[in-house]
Every structure is written in structure tokens, then in C-alpha cells.
């Protein structure tokens, strides 16, 4: 099976950087994947890495180290609206994504 | 509205009862995914569908099954229900399998007494 580990809970500021930590062990790698969750809300798409460095998206980046089996997300400028859980899924070889358990972060006034 | 759709919202449901729940988008998306969330687990993919009329088996599929007679519609059978299928279903499609990000619905909420 596929491993993909994420801290459960975060809480920071607002104004504030947080940085969402990613690290997995799968059958292959076809990319990774960011998702964020409001509770009670679907899924919804963040981010795409599948070659090594920093994808940079407005407030949010994400970087890859794919020989380390490592990426994270990256939240600048926080806002209580960025209060959400923040999923890493992975596309292994069979190109089905694996997520991890997601990291809730909360952003404090 | 462009977007992919679920129905019911919530369920709930007598164990040993079979149920359907229904996913449909409007893409024209190729891959259709279904998957449970629980809490501390995440997202598990329970069966998923590439094209039209073909479908497969993901980490979780006992208990459930489905079918894909067109692009646009990909119901989810609890032929039985049982307490532990009690879960939130989202349901997702992507424009391919392989590099594109998946499209999620608003979900179901499912409770199985």
C-alpha cells in the first residue's frame, strides 16, 4: 500500500507563514497533489507538483523533493478564511491518488 | 452550472437495507472516482472508472459496487448496508487518470444504524 504522512493539526496566526510538512513512501510516483477542505465542504484543488522545486500560486506554494519522498505547502499572509484541512494525496504507478489523513489548520486573530 | 452533482445530501439508513447513491457531472470528464472520508483516515478510494463502461476496484471496494453506462453518471450500490459503511461520500471526476486534478462533489453523508 501507499504511505503518505502529514501532521494532524496546525494553528497559527493571522499574518503569519505556516508550512504543512509531506512526506510518502509509494509504489511510484506520477505527482502530488494539494487539496484544501472547509469542514462540512468538498475537496477543492490547490496545487500540482510533479518535477522537483517550488510551484508558487498567489499566497500558496508547494515544493517537491521527490528523492526525499518530501513536499510541503506553503501559506503566506494567513487569513481566518485559510482555516480549513489541507489534504496531500499522491499518484503512484497504478495513477489512482493516495491521501493522507489531511492537516487541520487553525489561523487564530 | 457547470460541476458535478450528488444526491441525497444525508441518508440515513436501516443495516441490511440497499441503497444507491447517485454522482453526476457535466465536464464530459473522462475518469470518475468514489471515495469515503472518516475522520483520521482521509480520503479512501473505494471504485473508480477511467472511461466510460469500464470500471475497477480501489483500496476499499467490499460491500459496494458500480457501474458506468455513460460519461456523465456513475452511481454507488450498498447492496446491504452495514454500520460501518457509515460515512461522508464524495464522489470526483477528472478530465484524464493521469495528471489532472480530480473535481469533487459536495458529498453525502451517509449514517447506517
Known amino acids: 500500500g501507499q504511505n503518505i504522512d502529514q501532521p494532524t493539526e496546525m494553528t497559527a496566526t493571522e499574518g503569519a507563514i505556516v508550512q504543512i510538512n509531506c512526506t510518502y513512501q509509494?509504489?511510484?510516483?506520477?505527482?502530488l497533489f494539494w487539496y484544501q477542505q472547509h469542514a462540512g465542504e468538498a475537496p477543492t484543488f490547490l496545487s500540482y507538483n510533479v518535477l522537483d522545486g517550488l510551484e508558487e500560486k498567489g499566497r500558496f506554494s508547494s515544493f517537491l523533493s521527490r528523492s526525499k519522498g518530501y513536499s510541503y505547502l506553503l501559506l503566506k499572509e494567513l487569513q481566518m478564511k485559510d482555516s480549513a484541512s489541507y489534504l496531500c494525496a499522491v499518484k503512484a504507478d497504478d495513477y489512482k491518488l493516495s491521501f493522507g489523513a489531511g492537516t487541520t489548520v487553525t489561523v487564530r486573530a | 452550472i457547470a460541476g458535478i452533482t450528488q444526491a441525497p445530501t444525508s441518508q440515513i439508513l436501516a443495516a441490511g437495507r440497499r441503497m444507491t447513491l447517485r454522482c453526476t457531472q457535466d465536464?464530459?470528464?473522462?475518469?470518475m472516482y468514489w471515495y469515503r472520508q472518516d475522520l483520521g483516515l482521509g480520503l479512501r478510494l473505494i471504485h473508480y472508472s477511467n472511461t466510460a463502461g469500464t470500471t475497477g476496484k480501489g483500496e476499499v471496494p467490499d460491500g459496494y459496487s458500480v457501474s458506468r453506462a455513460n460519461t456523465d453518471d456513475f452511481p454507488l450500490t450498498l447492496a446491504s448496508a452495514v454500520p460501518s459503511q457509515t460515512s461522508v461520500y464524495f464522489c470526483?471526476?477528472?478530465?484524464?487518470?493521469?495528471?489532472?486534478?480530480?473535481?469533487f462533489g459536495p458529498g453525502t453523508r451517509l449514517t447506517v444504524l
Open positions: 509509494t509504489s511510484g510516483f506520477n505527482g
Open positions: 470526483a471526476s477528472s478530465e484524464g487518470s493521469l495528471y489532472h486534478e480530480q473535481f
Open positions: 465536464m464530459r470528464h473522462n475518469a
